[in-house]
């Protein structure tokens, strides 16, 4: 490639992630105030929150393109304390929560999110994108004089059905066409100017809250600095910590396949641990990573850290100077852009395979999928299915185990053990002896089999213990070394004396 084309290329890319942060920018505003009004603070500190926490992350986060703001799983999480306690609880519990989240990215724990499965992965986006697609609904209700919502019908209703129709229709066939410009952008601003231009009536940004502000200023948390204080927020920091990290991992996971590229998580617990304790101390709400947004920001074009930055950017320069433009945007097509973004999120392919994948796996699915559906909470969705797929494992595994014996030329009767002994195979390996009817001495062979936990050794020391009490030998062969190391660690429980193997040079483990 000639310096000229590269230049070319670089102002195209450059081109793309301000377009495609300007659009995240336009969306972030509505979710903003939405889950400030779901927290019961002000829009303002939602938006506030979306600024900081989306600049800190964009600059220093472990996945590039990945856009970060206020969120609803946070939100949901301090409901209660700011109506037991009031905002400036939440201020200070923001601050903690930011720090926990710190720590687990200086203690390096974010590569444990490698242990969740990839049927509780299919459920969680499943399940966001159902969870992304009725949020939507509530646009199509209005709100009367004693403030109970309704259905929209006749006119109102028509229109909005229309607008968010052409959204998703310029959203999908634009890039047929030209993708000189983002789809989503694109939609937004047609829409917004047809309305604009023929008045159409219909509801906007401005009707749901004003966005007009100044820049966030910094502000100590009004709250007692004692014990007592920090054991109230501190279970509500430790869950929106824990929340915002496994959502944050978990949508980086996923724009990573997006992008066929791989992110940094312990980085990105310590940028979002940095957002938010720069934001607990500027008021606001805290958050973590959208995967909604992240999915616009990236099939908009945006790859790179400008996207993020510009994005964060304009949605401080919205609250500052461009309110009363932004508050005239029709809800119709932000709607739209986000049931795109829903279609887009979901899984299709995850509904070919059921019939080609094991029913645990679809009852994992399914299971976290509705968890998420139901309860709107990210983290014990993933935590329920994380539990279920590892009872499952335990299960076959426990079920797998088996012996092969036979005697050999002296008398002693081998039993060559095959899968792992740990406490769900426990019952089914002993009855695997027949402890009266064997001859004088046992060898059991561990070549094929681990010995992973305490129930384990309890089960050995039970069998060597019946053996004993018939005057019988038994003697544990090929011990591999994590599996001498674990019996050495329980000698109070297993006197175990290690002798080599001569002819294999293995160990050979004594037990009378």
């Given at each position: 490639?000639?310096?000229?084309?590269?230049?070319?290329?670089?102002?195209?890319?450059?081109?793309?992630?301000?377009?495609?942060?300007?659009?995240?920018?336009?969306?972030?505003?509505?979710?903003?105030?939405?889950?400030?009004?779901?927290?019961?603070?002000?829009?303002?500190?939602?938006?506030?929150?979306?600024?900081?926490?989306?600049l800190?992350?964009?600059?220093?986060?472990?996945?590039?393109g990945?856009?970060?703001?206020?969120?609803?799983?946070?939100?949901?999480?301090?409901?209660?304390?700011?109506?037991?306690?009031?905002?400036?609880?939440?201020?200070?519990?923001?601050?903690?929560?930011?720090i926990?989240?710190?720590?687990?990215?200086?203690?390096?724990?974010?590569?444990?999110?490698?242990?969740?499965?990839?049927?509780?992965?299919?459920?969680f986006?499943?399940?966001?994108?159902?969870?992304?697609?009725?949020?939507?609904?509530?646009?199509?209700?209005?709100?009367?004089?004693?403030?109970?919502?309704?259905?929209?019908?006749?006119?109102?209703?028509?229109?909005?059905?229309g607008?968010?129709?052409?959204?998703?229709?310029?959203?999908?066939?634009?890039p047929?066409?030209?993708?000189?410009i983002p789809?989503?952008?694109?939609?937004?601003?047609?829409?917004?100017?047809?309305?604009?231009?023929?008045?159409?009536?219909?509801?906007?940004?401005g009707?749901?809250?004003?966005?007009?502000?100044?820049?966030?200023?910094?502000?100590?948390?009004?709250?007692?600095?004692?014990?007592?204080t920090?054991?109230?927020?501190?279970?509500?920091s430790?869950?929106?910590?824990?929340?915002?990290?496994?959502?944050s991992?978990?949508?980086?996971?996923?724009i990573?396949?997006?992008?066929?590229?791989?992110?940094r998580?312990?980085?990105?617990?310590?940028?979002?641990?940095?957002?938010?304790?720069?934001?607990g101390?500027?008021?606001?709400?805290?958050?973590?990573?959208?995967?909604?947004?992240?999915?616009?920001?990236?099939?908009?074009?945006?790859?790179?850290r400008?996207?993020?930055?510009?994005a964060?950017?304009?949605?401080?320069?919205?609250?500052l100077?461009?309110?009363?433009?932004?508050?005239?945007?029709?809800?119709?097509?932000?709607?739209?852009?986000?049931?795109?973004?829903?279609?887009?999120?979901?899984?299709?392919?995850?509904?070919?395979?059921?019939?080609?994948?094991?029913?645990?796996?679809?009852?994992?699915m399914?299971?976290?999928?509705?968890?998420?559906?139901?309860?709107?909470?990210?983290?014990?969705?993933?935590?329920?299915?994380?539990?279920?797929s590892?009872?499952?494992?335990?299960?076959?595994?426990?079920?797998?185990?088996?012996?092969?014996?036979?005697v050999?030329?002296?008398?002693?009767?081998?039993?060559?053990?095959?899968?792992?002994?740990?406490?769900?195979?426990?019952?089914?390996?002993?009855?695997?002896?027949?402890?009266?009817?064997?001859?004088?001495?046992?060898?059991?062979?561990?070549?094929?089999?681990?010995v992973?936990d305490?129930?384990?050794?309890?089960?050995?020391?039970?069998?060597?213990?019946?053996y004993?009490?018939?005057?019988?030998?038994?003697r544990?062969?090929?011990?591999?070394?994590?599996?001498?190391?674990?019996?050495?660690?329980?000698?109070?429980?297993?006197?175990?004396?290690?002798?080599?193997?001569?002819?294999?040079?293995?160990?050979?483990?004594?037990?009378?």
């Amino acid at each position: 490639m000639s310096f000229i084309d590269a230049m070319k290329d670089s102002q195209l890319n450059a081109k793309n992630e301000i377009l495609s942060g300007l659009t995240v920018a336009l969306a972030l505003v509505p979710e903003a105030i939405a889950f400030s009004l779901i927290a019961n603070v002000s829009p303002l500190i939602g938006l506030y929150s979306a600024f900081i926490i989306g600049l800190i992350t964009a600059l220093m986060g472990g996945r590039p393109g990945m856009i970060s703001g206020a969120t609803g799983a946070i939100a949901v999480v301090i409901v209660s304390l700011v109506a037991t306690h009031g905002v400036e609880y939440l201020f200070f519990a923001v601050i903690v929560m930011g720090i926990l989240q710190m720590c687990v990215g200086f203690l390096r724990l974010g590569k444990f999110i490698r242990l969740v499965p990839h049927p509780v992965m299919f459920g969680f986006v499943n399940g966001l994108a159902i969870v992304i697609f009725l949020s939507q609904l509530e646009q199509f209700k209005g709100v009367g004089a004693d403030n109970q919502s309704f259905w929209l019908t006749g006119q109102p209703l028509f229109i909005m059905i229309g607008f968010v129709l052409v959204t998703m229709a310029i959203i999908f066939f634009l890039p047929k066409i030209t993708k000189a410009i983002p789809a989503s952008l694109a939609a937004i601003t047609v829409v917004s100017m047809v309305v604009i231009f023929f008045e159409i009536p219909t509801r906007t940004v401005g009707d749901i809250a004003s966005i007009a502000g100044g820049l966030p200023e910094f502000h100590l948390p009004v709250v007692p600095l004692n014990f007592e204080t920090l054991a109230i927020v501190f279970p509500y920091s430790l869950i929106m910590a824990l929340v915002g990290l496994i959502e944050s991992l978990l949508t980086l996971t996923v724009i990573d396949e997006m992008t066929e590229t791989r992110g940094r998580g312990n980085k990105e617990c310590l940028a979002q641990g940095a957002a938010n304790l720069v934001t607990g101390f500027f008021g606001g709400m805290g958050g973590c990573a959208m995967i909604g947004q992240s999915i616009i920001n990236v099939s908009s074009g945006g790859r790179k850290r400008l996207s993020g930055i510009v994005a964060a950017i304009a949605l401080l320069l919205f609250i500052l100077f461009g309110a009363s433009l932004i508050e005239r945007i029709p809800m119709a097509a932000l709607t739209g852009l986000m049931i795109m973004v829903a279609i887009g999120t979901f899984e299709w392919a995850s509904l070919s395979i059921l019939r080609k994948v094991p029913v645990a796996d679809v009852f994992v699915m399914v299971l976290v999928a509705s968890v998420t559906v139901i309860y709107h909470n990210l983290a014990v969705a993933v935590f329920i299915g994380v539990v279920v797929s590892a009872l499952v494992f335990a299960w076959e595994n426990a079920t797998r185990i088996r012996a092969r014996k036979h005697v050999d030329e002296y008398g002693v009767k081998h039993y060559e053990i095959f899968g792992p002994l740990f406490f769900g195979s426990i019952a089914v390996f002993q009855e695997k002896f027949d402890i009266l009817n064997d001859p004088q001495e046992v060898i059991i062979d561990f070549r094929e089999s681990r010995v992973v936990d305490h129930s384990a050794i309890e089960a050995l020391n039970k069998l060597t213990e019946r053996y004993a009490k018939v005057g019988k030998i038994v003697r544990l062969r090929y011990l591999s070394e994590d599996c001498r190391k674990l019996l050495d660690n329980a000698s109070s429980i297993i006197d175990v004396n290690y002798m080599e193997d001569p002819k294999y040079k293995l160990a050979v483990d004594s037990l009378a």
